[in-house]
Every structure is written in structure tokens, then in C-alpha cells.
């Protein structure tokens, strides 16, 4: 059995240990502030995945994993510190499910000799409440090609996640961040799901974040459509109409959003970069203006 510890067990981390426990192949940890009492995860067809997964609460508790999945918003990656630096020994692997395209910068120095595999998570999920996730879509993860990549996807053969590896990580980290700089702003912001986008307006500001964030990410050496932005509003729009974005089920919940590592992350790069980011600076004062701070779980 393969020792993993999930940190983050929300919508994304709560699919992704249920979906590894369902294996049989991994020993799996939930590392929690408060009890689970299990996960049931629904699929988009009704059927559900109900199990049940250890869990602690005291990261004094535990000690080095093979492998931890880190699962919780990127400004909650300080606050796990202290499983982190319990759960990490040189052996261990990180696999950072987090959005943005700063997840090594993040990471690396909180896990000493433990290696970081960043990951791109395609997981349209929503946690209706405390081990109870409605999954939208086939979970789908993208990580870097080599060793580490292809010993992920081997541990999640059978689990109803879908593994991917890319040898131009850098392209898929950006085509994410692109799509999550206009979802997640304008549904957080409007507090609607994806039928927003149907309405002109919305679609052109949505075109606009999105541009904006394709021309910082060629600059970071992405390789991206010209036509991006028309693609991803096509996207949104096409969604279910249920659907909606983790920054809107956080608004709605009253927690801390997760818009510095998505469209704050467009910001910084296009500074250092001197392309010029007006919306994504825009959307992201008024994200930071409506975020309550430091009360996420």
C-alpha cells in the first residue's frame, strides 16, 4: 500500500482521496481541521462514491508520507505549513492541486527535501457541505512529464481520475490560468453561476481578462491561440447551467477567495513583464475589497 496524506480535503481534495481510497492500492490520510464523517462524491450520472478515510486533526500526529496530495487554496498554502513539514521527508512527493502558475514558488520552501509536482486541475466540482461533493464533469489532472508525472498517474489508475502528462507544462499551467481569470472574477463578482456569461457585456469583459492573461502567458513562453478569449467565453458559455466557479461557492460561503493566484498572478507577471493587465487589475481590487481575509478552512 502507498502511504498518501491529503491536505485540503474540500471539493478537490475530497474527490481525489475518496477516488484514490476506491482503489485499493493507497492508504490513504485526510488531514482536517474539523471531522469529515466521510465523503460522498455524486457523479454528473447520480451515482455516488461513498467511503470512508482516516483522519487527523493534529498535524503533531502524523509523520513522513510516500506521496502528499496538498489540496487547499493557494493563500492557504502558509497555513498547512505545519503538516507539511511533518508529512515531508526526502522521499516524499508534493503534489500541489492548487490554481495559478506559482505553485512550485509557493511550495518549495515549506516541504525541505521533499520534491513539488505541480499540477493542473480540471476538477468542476462543489462542496455542498463538510464531506459532500457534486462533481460536474470527468476529474482530470495535468502534471509535467518525467518520473515523478508518471508515478502519479500510476497511482491513480482505477480511480476514476483521469492523469495526463505534458512535456510544455508551462503552456497548460497558462491556458488554465486564462480560463480561471474570467470565471472566477466575474462569477464571484456578479454571484451568479455560468449563465452569466450569455449576456454581451459580461462576454466582452470576460474576453478582456482572458486576452489580457494570453498575452502575459506568451510572454512567459505559453504557446496559445490568437483567438484564445473567443474560446474560453464559448467554454463558459457552453457549461452546464448549474455550474459556477470554487471563487463563487467561496463568496457564497462567506470564505476568503483565491483571486491573487489568479488574476493577482496575471498582474505580477505582467509587471515584471511591462505588459500592461488594466481588467485583471480592476477585477482583482474589487475581489480583494469584497473577500472577507484569513477565515477559509
Not at 480540471?122 to 509535467?144: D, K, M, N, W
Amino acid at each position: 500500500m502507498t502511504r498518501v496524506a491529503v491536505v485540503g480535503v474540500g471539493a478537490v481534495g475530497g474527490v481525489v482521496a475518496a477516488g484514490l481510497m476506491s482503489t485499493g492500492r493507497a492508504d490513504v490520510t485526510a488531514c482536517v481541521r474539523s471531522p469529515l464523517g466521510g465523503l460522498r462524491i455524486v457523479r454528473p450520472d447520480g451515482s455516488a462514491l461513498e467511503t470512508s478515510v482516516p483522519e487527523v486533526a493534529d498535524s503533531s500526529a502524523v509523520s513522513p508520507a510516500e506521496w502528499v496530495v496538498l489540496a487547499t487554496k493557494a493563500h492557504q498554502t502558509a497555513g498547512a505549513g505545519p503538516w507539511l513539514r511533518r508529512l515531508c521527508g526526502a522521499g516524499t512527493r508534493v503534489v500541489v492541486l492548487q490554481n495559478g502558475v506559482e505553485h512550485v514558488e509557493r511550495v518549495a520552501p515549506l516541504v525541505g527535501a521533499a520534491r513539488v509536482l505541480p499540477a493542473v486541475v480540471e476538477i468542476s466540482a462543489e462542496s455542498q457541505r463538510r464531506g459532500h461533493v457534486r462533481l460536474f464533469g470527468r476529474p482530470r489532472l495535468t502534471v509535467p512529464s518525467g518520473d515523478d508525472g508518471a508515478d502519479f498517474a500510476a497511482l491513480c489508475q482505477g480511480s476514476g481520475i483521469e492523469v495526463t502528462s505534458t512535456g510544455d507544462f508551462v503552456t497548460a499551467a497558462w491556458a488554465k490560468l486564462c480560463l480561471n481569470a474570467a470565471n472566477g472574477a466575474v462569477t464571484a463578482l456578479t454571484m451568479q453561476r455560468m449563465p452569466v456569461f450569455a449576456g454581451p457585456r459580461i462576454a466582452r469583459l470576460g474576453r478582456a481578462l482572458v486576452e489580457e492573461a494570453r498575452q502575459v502567458a506568451s510572454a512567459s513562453g505559453a504557446r496559445l491561440p490568437e483567438d484564445l478569449a473567443d474560446q474560453v467565453v464559448a467554454r463558459l458559455r457552453a457549461m452546464p447551467p448549474e455550474s459556477g466557479s470554487s471563487m463563487l461557492w467561496d463568496r457564497l460561503a462567506g470564505r476568503e477567495m483565491e483571486y491573487d493566484a489568479r488574476n493577482g498572478a496575471v498582474v505580477r507577471a505582467g509587471a515584471r513583464l511591462g505588459i500592461p493587465t488594466p481588467y485583471n487589475e480592476t477585477v482583482t481590487a474589487l475581489l480583494e475589497a469584497v473577500s472577507p481575509p484569513g477565515n477559509g478552512s
